[in-house]
Nanobody, 126 residues
Framework: VQLQACGGGLVVAGGSLKLSCVAS????????MGWFRQAPGKEREFVAG????????FYVDSVKGRFTVSRDLTKNTVYLQMNNLKPEDTAVYYC????????????????????WGKGTQVTVSS
């Protein structure tokens, strides 16, 4: 599985960005896809996930109500719509995929991610 993410950039606090991640190499049926991020000096953390088959979503508490993860089955693409961005959202965002089904970021982080895409930088200025 190859993951190609794009959509990062510089935005003022309160603004929006939408990240996209195209998966290639196989069908994603049965997989979980999502996003992690890593801020300078911090560990990589889970942000949002979605099950490919049923579309169940799950988020880290700090982004609930502001970020929305979705997928397009026909395009093999997962999205992360980020609204009301805050300076603390500044990080490199990584697309992730796993052949196991997850409904919790805690579980996914604990068990490890199967596939990573290259990161895309998101910078939110105050």
């Amino acid at each position: 599985v190859q993951l190609q993410a794009c959509g990062g950039g510089l935005v003022v606090a309160g603004g929006s960005l939408k990240l996209s991640c195209v998966a290639s190499g196989r069908t994603m049926i049965g997989y979980t896809m999502g996003w992690f991020r890593q801020a300078p000096g911090k560990e990589r953390e889970f942000v949002a996930g979605i099950t490919w088959r049923g579309g169940s979503t799950f988020y880290v508490d700090s982004v609930k109500g502001r970020f929305t993860v979705s997928r397009d089955l026909t395009k093999n693409t997962v999205y992360l719509q980020m609204n009301n961005l805050k300076p603390e959202d500044t990080a490199v965002y990584y697309c992730a995929a796993d052949r196991r089904t997850y409904y919790s970021g805690t579980d996914w982080s604990k068990n490890g991610v199967g596939y990573w895409g290259k990161g895309t930088q998101v910078t939110v200025s105050s």
